[in-house]
């Protein structure tokens, strides 16, 4: 099993920054993706960004430029560095991992882009 916890997320200004961060523990090991979905209400859970273990990055559209994913594999741990922050970017954001297959969720921490 894998625990994936979330942190950082709180209430920010139109054009502020965050950042994010996701610790992984349990049974961490091989090849994996982590990535960093968010929820909107009443949307449906999007794709923010992803990094695989070889350090390749993906990220949406609506956050390049914005947006920056980093891991550490030594730490298990994956951050997303979110700036220049829209009333659009309010969400719950998800931590996500997949491993040998396996996908596990963090709870998700809360994102407020508010003035």
């Known amino acids: 099993q894998v625990q994936l916890v979330e942190s950082g997320g709180g209430l920010v200004q139109p054009g502020g920054s965050l950042r994010l961060s996701c610790a992984a523990s349990g049974s961490i090991f091989g090849i994996y993706s982590m990535a960093w979905y968010r929820q909107a209400p009443g949307k449906q859970r999007e794709l923010v960004a992803s990094i695989m273990s070889d350090g390749t990055t993906t990220y949406a559209d609506s956050v390049k430029g914005r947006f920056t994913i980093s891991g550490d594999n030594a730490k298990n741990t994956v951050s997303l560095q979110m700036n220049s922050l829209k009333l659009e970017d309010t969400a719950v954001y998800y931590c996500?991992?997949?491993?040998?297959?396996?996908?596990?969720w963090g709870k998700g921490t809360l994102v407020t882009v508010s003035s």
């Open positions: 996500k991992r997949v491993q040998i297959g396996v996908v596990y």
